[in-house]
C-alpha cells in the first residue's frame, strides 16, 4: 500500500531511511518519563496536569488548508515483529483517549474538541490506531502552495484535547460523588427529624433545635417550615459545611437567618474552648438596609448590630467592632474602596450572609474578587433564584460558599462538562456526563441548597399571569426597523444613520418600548442652536460647567447630541423661557401605545381600588411615566437607581401606609430585591429583563407573607418586536431552573445561551425565511 507522511515511518526501524516529512512534524521532542498506564477504570488524582504539550500555531483560515491524508501501514508490516515502536509515554486516559478515537464518528470528534470537521474526518481516516502515538504523528500540510507547504501536528493537539476532556470526566464525577455522600449524610440526619423540609408533620424525634432561640423576641412565633430552616442551616454549621438558603420571595429568609444568629449566639459557651461564632458579617442590596435593621430590632433586639455604612464607616476600629454580633453592610458600600476590604479582612468576621447572593454569580465581578477575600468560617448565600440564567451561574455560587471543594481547576473542569455540546448519539462516558449535566447539577446542588416554594408551605393569595400586546407607534415604527436593521448587519457594513449605534441590543430593546427615547425630533441643527442659546443666557452653574471656555461648550454640545427627544424635553422644560419653542408637542410623549396601554390599566385599577407596581429596566421610561402620571394627576411613589439611599425606605413606607397613591414606579434593578410591597396587588412589566428572575422577583414584591387579596402581573409586549422573543428565551431559562431544581422532568435540550444570542438566531432566521419567502412569490 502507498503511504504518504504515515503512522509507518514512525515504525521503521533504525536502518531504514528516515523521512524529512516526519521529521519536521515536531521538533525537539524528547521522550518524556514513562509512567504507570491507568485504564479507564482506574482511580485518578484530579489535581495531576494534564501532559504538557506545544501550543497550537495559529490557525489559516480554512478555505486555505487543504489536508493532505495520511497513510496507513500495511497488515504484513504491522505483525513484523522486526519493526519495533519507539518507547512513548503512556499518561493517565491515554488508553481512554485511544479507545474513543478507535469507535467515535467524525462529527461527534468534531463537536467534542471543537476543531474541525475537515481536521476531524483526517484523524477518523487514520484508523485503527494502535497507540496514543499512532495519533499524534497524524498531520497534514496547510498552505495553497505545496512547494512551500508547512506540516501541521493536528494529532497532538486532539490528544491534548482529549485528555483534558476525560481528566475534567474524572474530577467532575469525583466532585458528584463527593456531593452525593455529603448528601446522603444531611439526609439520614433530616430523616429523624418530624417535620419535613416544607414544615409539614412526618414521622421522626424531635429537632435538634425545637424551639425558636431565647434571643429572639417574645411575640415571635416561627412557622414550622422556618423551624426546619433554622434546624438545617444549623446542621450545615455542625458540619462546616456553607451552603444557600434559597426559599422563595416572602418566606422569611431574613427572620431565618436571624434566628441562626441568634441560636448560634445565644448557645455559646465560653468554656467550651470553641471559637466565639461572631461577629456576623451581613452584606445586602443598598435598597433594603435600613429594611434589614429594623428587622434585627423586631425579631431579636438583643442582638447587637453595627451598620459599617456611610462616610463614617472608616472612623470604626475592627477591633471594637468585632464585639457585636453583627456588622451590617452593604455591596455598594464595600465594592470599590480598597480600605473598605481591608476593614473587612482586619474585622476577621466568623461567618458571613449575603443576601440576595445571585450578585455573585459572576467570578469576574469586583464584588465576588472583593467578597472571596473577606476571611470567614462559614457562609451563607440568600438567594430565591440560584439558578438565573445557566448552570455556569449555579457553580459560581457554590464555588464561592465552598470555594475549598469547587476550586478554580475543579470550577473550570465542571464548566468544560457543562457547557458541552454533544450530539444525542454520543455514547462515550464522558459525553454522558455533559449530556446528564442537569441531572448532575441536582445532584451537586443537594447538600448546599434549601429551597422552598411558596405553593408548597403557604396559603397564599393565587397569583395570575399574562402578557397585553400593543402596536408600534408609526414614528416607533421606523425607527424599530432602522434600528434592527443595524443590529442584525455586522458592524463594518454598517453605513451613516442619525441613530445612536452604540450599545445595539440596548438600543433595539428600547426602540420596542418608546419612540422618544431616541433623538429624532431635535435635529443636529436644532440641538446646536439650543446649546448657543443657553451657553449665551445661562450662568456656569446653572449649565454645571466649570468655566464659558470653548472646550466646555464643546462638551456641553457632545451632551445634548447625546441626549433622546424626551431628555431635550425636559431640558426645554427647565429652561423654558430660553428653549422652550424647540419642544417636543405637549403630552406627545402619551401616544407611546404602552404609556396609552399604561395609563388606561391604572385608571381601571383606581376605580376597582387596586393598587400597582410599576416596573421598568430603565431610568428614562420612568422618567417618561412620571411625566405621564403627573399630567394625569395620578399621585405616584417612584425609586430608582438614583434615588439616595436615606430615600429608599421613607418612600417604601410612604406607599404602604398611603392607600391614596394607586402606583409605585420602580427600575427593576433598585426595586426587584428585598422589599416588602404588599400594599399593591397589580404588577405591570412595562419592558422585560434579559434575565426572567429579575421579573420574577419584581411581581415577588407583592406576592408574598402578608399579601391578603390575588396578584396580577401582567407584561407589556409590542408586537411583531424583539420583546415576544425575550419573552419566549425567558420561559426556556425559567424552565431550566425548575429542571434543575427537580421540579419538573429533565429536558437535556434545555439552551443555555443567553437571550441576546438567542433572539439575535431567532431573528436572523425570521430575515432568511422572510426573503426565501419574497424570492418564491416574485
Same mark, same amino acid.
Given at each position: ?7 509507518? +515511518?514512525?515504525? *521503521? /526501524? ?118 496514543? @502515538? ?104 455542625? +458540619? ?43 452584606? &445586602? ?13 423586631? @425579631? ?53 450572609? @449575603? ?28 438567594? /430565591? ?9 449555579? *457553580? ?5 460558599? +465552598?470555594?475549598?471543594? @469547587? ?123 439650543? &446649546? ?69 390599566? &391604572? ?8 393598587? &400597582? ?25 417612584? *425609586? ?12 417604601? =413606607? ?22 416588602? *410591597? ?62 434543575? =431544581? ?37
Amino acid at each position: 500500500m502507498a503511504t504518504v507522511a504515515s503512522i509507518s +515511518e514512525a515504525r *521503521l /526501524g533504525p536502518t531504514a531511511q528516515p523521512r524529512r516529512r516526519l521529521q519536521r512534524g515536531r521538533r525537539n521532542r524528547t521522550p518524556p518519563p514513562t509512567v504507570i498506564t491507568l485504564d479507564s477504570d482506574s482511580e485518578y488524582d484530579s489535581e495531576l496536569p494534564p501532559p504538557s504539550r506545544r501550543l497550537p500555531r495559529k490557525r489559516k483560515a480554512e478555505a486555505d488548508i487543504q489536508p493532505e491524508p495520511v497513510g496507513i501501514s500495511s497488515e504484513s508490516e504491522r505483525e513484523d515483529d522486526s519493526v519495533k515502536k519507539p518507547t512513548v509515554q503512556k499518561l493517565p486516559h491515554h488508553e481512554q483517549v485511544l479507545n474513543y478515537l478507535n469507535s467515535c464518528t467524525a462529527e461527534s470528534l468534531a463537536q467534542i474538541t471543537g476543531f474541525s470537521a475537515a481536521d476531524s474526518k483526517l484523524i477518523i481516516a487514520c484508523r485503527p490506531f494502535d497507540s496514543v @502515538f499512532d495519533v499524534e504523528i497524524v498531520s497534514k500540510k496547510e498552505s495553497k502552495s505545496r512547494s512551500k507547504a508547512k506540516r501541521v501536528q493536528i494529532g497532538s493537539l486532539f490528544v491534548e484535547k482529549l485528555t483534558s476532556w476525560f481528566a475534567a470526566f474524572h474530577a467532575a464525577s469525583e466532585v458528584i460523588k463527593h456531593c452525593e455522600d455529603r448528601g446522603k449524610r444531611l439526609q439520614k440526619a433530616m430523616a429523624n427529624w418530624p417535620m419535613d423540609k416544607n414544615g409539614r408533620s412526618q414521622e421522626g424525634t424531635i429537632l435538634p433545635v425545637s424551639e425558636k432561640p431565647r434571643l429572639m423576641a417574645q411575640g415571635i412565633t416561627l412557622k414550622s417550615y422556618q423551624l426546619l430552616g433554622l434546624n438545617w442551616m444549623n446542621l450545615l454549621h455542625s +458540619e462546616d459545611f456553607s451552603g444557600i438558603l434559597a426559599d422563595d420571595m416572602g418566606l422569611g429568609k431574613t427572620c431565618q437567618v436571624i434566628s441562626i444568629i441568634a441560636h448560634l449566639v445565644g448557645t455559646y459557651d465560653e468554656k467550651s474552648g470553641n471559637i466565639r461564632p461572631w461577629p456576623c458579617l451581613v452584606v &445586602v442590596p443598598p435598597s433594603v438596609c435600613e429594611n434589614w435593621m429594623a428587622e434585627f430590632e423586631r @425579631f431579636a433586639p438583643e442582638l447587637s448590630v453595627c451598620p459599617y455604612l456611610g462616610k463614617d464607616r472608616r472612623n470604626m476600629d475592627p477591633e471594637e467592632a468585632r464585639s457585636n454580633h453583627v456588622i451590617l453592610t452593604s455591596y455598594s458600600q464595600v465594592e470599590k474602596a480598597k480600605e473598605d476590604l481591608r476593614w473587612l479582612q482586619d474585622l476577621d468576621p466568623y461567618a458571613a450572609i @449575603f443576601d440576595e447572593g445571585h450578585k455573585l454569580k459572576n467570578r469576574k465581578n469586583l464584588i465576588y474578587k472583593q467578597m472571596m477575600r473577606v476571611p470567614t468560617r462559614w457562609r451563607l448565600i440568600l438567594s /430565591g433564584t440560584p439558578v438565573q440564567n445557566n448552570l455556569k451561574e449555579l *457553580l459560581t455560587l457554590l464555588h464561592f460558599v +465552598e470555594p475549598d471543594l @469547587f476550586g478554580d481547576k475543579i470550577f473550570d473542569q465542571l464548566d468544560t462538562i457543562f457547557e458541552a455540546k454533544v450530539p444525542n448519539k454520543e455514547i462515550h462516558n464522558f459525553a454522558a456526563l455533559a449530556k446528564e449535566r442537569v441531572s448532575n447539577a441536582r445532584a451537586i446542588m443537594a447538600p448546599f441548597i434549601l429551597q422552598r416554594r411558596k405553593e408548597e408551605v403557604l396559603d397564599l393569595a393565587k397569583k395570575t399571569e399574562h402578557n397585553v400586546v400593543v402596536d408600534m407607534h408609526p414614528k416607533q415604527k421606523a425607527i424599530y426597523e432602522e434600528v434592527k436593521g443595524r443590529y442584525l448587519v455586522p458592524k463594518k457594513q454598517r453605513g451613516s444613520s442619525t441613530i445612536k449605534d452604540s450599545h445595539s441590543w440596548m438600543q433595539l430593546r428600547k426602540a420596542a418600548i418608546h419612540h422618544q427615547l431616541f433623538r429624532v425630533h431635535f435635529t443636529d441643527e436644532i440641538v446646536k442652536k439650543i &446649546v448657543d442659546i443657553l451657553w449665551s443666557k445661562c450662568s456656569e452653574e446653572e449649565l454645571y460647567v466649570q468655566s464659558k471656555a470653548d472646550r466646555h461648550k464643546a462638551l456641553l454640545l457632545e451632551n445634548y447630541m447625546d441626549k433622546s427627544d424626551f431628555q431635550l424635553h425636559l431640558e426645554c422644560k427647565h429652561f423654558e423661557k430660553y428653549i422652550g419653542h424647540f419642544d417636543i408637542p405637549h403630552r406627545s410623549w402619551e401616544e407611546g401605545p404602552k404609556v396609552q396601554k399604561l395609563l388606561e390599566l &391604572v385608571r381601571g385599577y383606581i376605580k376597582n381600588g387596586d393598587r &400597582v407596581l410599576v416596573f421598568s429596566r430603565f431610568d428614562l421610561v420612568i422618567d417618561i411615566l412620571r411625566e405621564t402620571l403627573a399630567f394625569a394627576d395620578i399621585p405616584y411613589c417612584e *425609586l430608582t437607581g438614583s434615588t439616595d439611599i436615606s430615600d429608599r425606605f421613607p418612600e417604601i =413606607e410612604r406607599f404602604n401606609e398611603n392607600p391614596d397613591i394607586p402606583v409605585f414606579l420602580l427600575t427593576t434593578g433598585a426595586g426587584g430585591t428585598g422589599l416588602n *410591597l404588599t400594599a399593591a396587588n397589580k404588577i405591570i412589566i412595562f419592558d422585560q429583563s434579559d434575565n426572567p428572575q429579575d421579573d420574577v422577583q419584581a411581581s415577588n414584591r407583592a406576592h408574598r407573607i402578608g399579601q391578603t387579596r390575588d396578584v396580577e402581573v401582567i407584561r407589556l409586549i409590542t408586537r411583531d418586536s424583539v420583546e415576544g422573543l425575550i419573552f419566549n428565551s425567558c420561559v426556556k431559562k425559567l424552565m431550566l431552573a425548575r429542571i434543575v =431544581e427537580g421540579n419538573v422532568p429533565v429536558d437535556e435540550d434545555t439552551e443555555s445561551e443567553s437571550v441576546e444570542q438567542q433572539c439575535r438566531r431567532l431573528m436572523l432566521l425570521e430575515g432568511e425565511a422572510a426573503t426565501k419567502s419574497s424570492s418564491q412569490a416574485t
